[in-house]
């Protein structure tokens, strides 16, 4: 095939030959910092044997040096994608909060930092929620609040402690659902034995809030002494989920009333701490765990692959979803491994131990459906690719924001 | 799941492919063409390309809606949704679409009342619920999409609705065919024929593409087998010497189409004289538009439509990939400069698109990868 560059027999010349069109002046500005870049892309080591690399695989690799480039927030206004936990959250993060604070307690980017306070090492969070419906089967804000941070706190590998609670309160909003939410915050906690030790209130004007915000932070201590992290995983780990993806996303949007469709599903929302404690004392080599909650398994799977500059292969087969989930989601045209959980572990383990991990995962309630979903290896660094179920191959990228239902 | 894991079966893929393998001539090259993204995505997101032997390309066309519409399009879009009082509806593929000032997105964060809709019934409820508001619905899309549409201007009408509108963008498949067909630069061996357009308008259409173009088309579902044995059938149509019109998605599509969804179609839309494509430039009667009979939901008259043309940017090479000229890596910006991010083109925004769906699923080296994938899965 012939490749015609630049420009091209067609379509984009024949713009010019009318009477002239307008231009996009940000289209040009994109172009020109691409330039710039371009220009200092020196040769790029490539492969094995020194291969001559084709001229896809060129490609590639140029792509690669741009995602690996500093991130920049090119909007003007925050978005929705900036709080969707895909791509545009990470050059949020990265590119304006990392930015100003950094040190090298908050670098890493863990659910959790790892603090020495005295002779005791400290795990400290803090994690917001915003959910809409407040109540949804399964569970409610109150509940959310409390099992995300605690959840937080155990998959950084400490024993959850004490929590903070912040409300934003909305003006008008009905006493009788504030005393429901107090409620299951406190049974919340007494399930994963913490304790809510300290708080805040504010009331904002009518129209100024969605009703009910809660804002968690929470301390525990690491008293295992295990470094976790995803930096940590290496070429032939096993890559665990404690159970079926995707339901409390799918609960949420269903809870919304939008879709009309109607199903059988409801939150995972549970305290993971329990889990994580059996994990821990059968596989204390265990390298790393989070709780896949906004960007769902894929989110976190990517987070493996870059913070660890390895490659991730998941096998779809492997990966559990509940057959009403998976309806929903195709209905939909989304993907479940990209939809929120909120008590789903994913564990990073060496693959030896991934036996032993997986019996003590199934011996906990919560990690009955618990399955080895994939490796990682060293190939393709920074990469996650899945063997579909059909039998082909294909990459699971970071999404840009929230997954959007297609039209047809 | 039922219906579902039938049509994605491995072992049926397998027999498959070794039955693709069989019917390729050694040392011919067979270019196909989908014409539907939503097979695209599917030929993605299933890794269905592993199953075809090298001399197999599949050329991925314009049938993606956001795909096609042009940046000007877009801008007039926007400008109707700043207008006072306006609440601007639309499916979510169009919201990070963008225009010379930034996408609906955009425009959402900065203040502008832009809901995504699931359906146009959805822009109905919206009207009905917020009368001193004036709700526009951004319709795009091709044939599979216009009834849907059709059905909600002539629900407003029976409910005499007055404070709706349709922005219609509807476009059809048959003359953007007809242009890639008469298109000097391309070489394609025959098209996996749209399915969900055909549910539509029937296969009859396609019948001057196998007549005059001498080329094959067979209309395909949406699962990876349905593609898979389409393209089965699209060899087997060449290496017989045939170039016909056959239809694959029976179990769906009627050779005749659906009369009632035309029916609606022709009540409430007329052929433009000519529309700009994305990429393609202006195809003469190729979209639609709010028939004078209904006149009062054509947002087009309602409202003062700026109607300025974009230049697509000169380094976004779009047309060529809706054309299947180019492959999507091949285009100079791909992946740096446009990413599925920051799009330049709007071939990378939607999960139908031929740059976004090769950048999100294909953005690797086929055989180091398919190395990689038998040695870690072979694992215990």
């Known amino acids: 095939m012939t490749v015609n560059r630049p420009g091209g027999p067609t379509g984009v010349d024949e713009a010019e030959d009318t009477a002239g069109p307008a231009q996009a002046g940000w289209v040009e500005q994109a172009l020109r910092e691409h330039d710039e870049h371009h220009d200092h892309d020196g040769p790029h080591e490539h492969g094995k044997q020194g291969a001559v690399p084709d001229r896809e695989q060129q490609v590639l690799d140029r792509i690669d040096r741009a995602r690996r480039r500093r991130p920049k927030v090119r909007e003007e206004r925050i978005t929705m994608s900036h709080g969707a936990g895909g791509k545009s959250t990470h050059t949020l993060i990265e590119a304006i909060f990392l930015d100003a604070f950094r040190n090298p307690l908050l670098e890493p980017l863990e659910d959790a930092a790892s603090l020495a306070v005295g002779t005791a090492q400290v795990a400290l969070t803090t994690d917001s929620y915003v959910v809409s419906p407040l109540f949804f089967p399964g569970g409610d804000i109150g509940e959310l609040a409390i099992n995300g941070t605690v959840n937080d706190l155990a998959v950084s590998g400490a024993r959850p402690l004490y929590l903070s609670a912040g409300f934003i309160l909305e003006e008008g909003f009905p006493v009788a659902d504030l005393t429901r939410i107090a409620a299951s915050m406190r049974d919340a906690a007494a399930a994963a034995g913490v304790q809510i030790v300290t708080g805040d209130t504010k009331v904002v004007q009518r129209g100024k809030a969605d009703g009910c915000y809660i804002n968690t932070a929470g301390v525990g201590v690491l008293d295992r002494g295990a470094a976790l992290g995803v930096a940590y995983a290496q070429p032939g780990d096993a890559i665990i989920v404690s159970g079926p993806i995707g339901d409390h996303g799918i609960t949420i949007m269903l809870a919304r009333g939008e879709l009309d469709i109607e199903a059988d599903v409801q939150s995972d929302t549970a305290p993971l701490n329990g889990l994580i404690a059996g994990l821990l004392d059968a596989v204390p080599g265990v390298r790393a765990m989070r709780d896949a909650t906004r960007g769902g398994v894929a989110t976190i799977l990517n987070e493996i692959a870059r913070a660890a500059d390895v490659g991730v292969l998941v096998n779809e087969d492997d990966i559990p979803v509940r057959p009403e989930v998976r309806g929903a989601a195709e209905l939909l045209g989304i993907d479940p491994m990209y939809v929120a959980c909120e008590g789903r572990l994913v564990a990073v383990v060496p693959g030896d131990e991934a036996d032993q991990a997986l019996a003590a995962l199934q011996t906990h309630p919560l990690g009955t459906h618990a399955s080895v979903i994939g490796h990682v290896t060293s190939d393709s660094p920074g990469l996650v690719y899945l063997k579909t179920a059909f039998g082909g191959t294909r990459i699971v990228d970071l999404l840009v924001g929230d997954p959007l239902p297609r039209i047809c | ?380």
């Not at chain 2, 075809?52 to 940046?71: A, F, K």
């Not at chain 2, 016909?244 to 409430?268: C, F, H, M, S």
């Not at chain 2, 990429?279 to 700026?306: N, T, W």
Request: aromatic share 8%; proline share 7%.
């Open chain 2, 1 to 380: 799941m039922k219906f579902v894991d039938e049509f994605r079966d491995a072992d049926t893929a397998h027999a498959l492919a070794a039955k693709i393998a069989a019917l390729c001539e050694p040392g011919r090259q067979y270019k196909l063409m989908e014409v539907c993204g939503g097979h695209t995505h599917t030929i993605y997101k299933h890794g269905l390309e592993d199953y075809l032997p090298e001399s197999v390309t599949l050329v991925h066309g314009p049938g993606c809606p956001v795909c096609v519409i042009p940046m000007g399009r877009v801008d007039d879009a926007m400008a109707l949704a700043s207008e006072p009082d306006v609440i601007m509806t639309s499916f979510g593929d169009m919201m990070r679409v963008p225009g010379s000032n930034g996408s609906f997105f955009d425009a959402k964060a900065a203040g502008t009342d832009i809901r995504m809709v699931y359906s146009p019934l959805d822009s109905l409820k919206i009207a009905r619920n917020n009368p001193d508001k004036r709700v526009v619905f951004m319709a795009i899309g091709f044939e599979t999409t216009a009834p849907s549409t059709a059905m909600t201007i002539m629900r407003a009408a029976q409910e005499n609705l007055r404070n709706f509108s349709v922005f219609c963008n509807h476009v059809t498949i048959i003359p953007a065919i007809k242009a890639i067909l008469d298109s000097p630069d391309l070489r394609l061996d025959g098209f996996i024929g749209p399915g969900h357009v055909s549910t539509v308008i029937g296969c009859r259409p396609y019948e001057f593409i196998a007549r005059d173009y001498g080329k094959p088309v067979v209309t395909a579902g949406f699962e990876p087998l349905d593609i898979l044995q389409s393209i089965y059938m699209l060899l087997a149509q060449l290496s017989e010497g045939r170039s016909e019109v056959e239809n694959q998605y029976a179990r769906v599509v009627p050779w005749d189409g659906n009369p009632t969804a035309l029916k609606v179609i022709g009540e409430t839309m007329q052929l433009r004289p000519y529309f700009e494509w994305r990429g393609l430039g202006f195809i003469s009667h190729s979209a639609l538009s709010v028939r004078e009979k209904y006149a009062q939901f054509d947002a087009e008259l309602l409202f003062h439509v700026p109607g300025v043309r974009v230049a697509d940017p000169k380094a976004c090479q779009c047309g060529e990939v809706l054309k299947g000229v180019l492959k999507p890596w091949e285009c100079k910006v791909f992946g740096t400069a446009c990413t599925p991010e920051t799009p330049i083109g709007t071939c990378m925004v939607s999960p139908e698109g031929a740059c976004a769906a090769y950048y999100n699923y294909g953005r690797m080296n086929r055989h180091r990868v398919k190395e990689a994938v038998t040695i870690q899965v072979g694992r215990p």
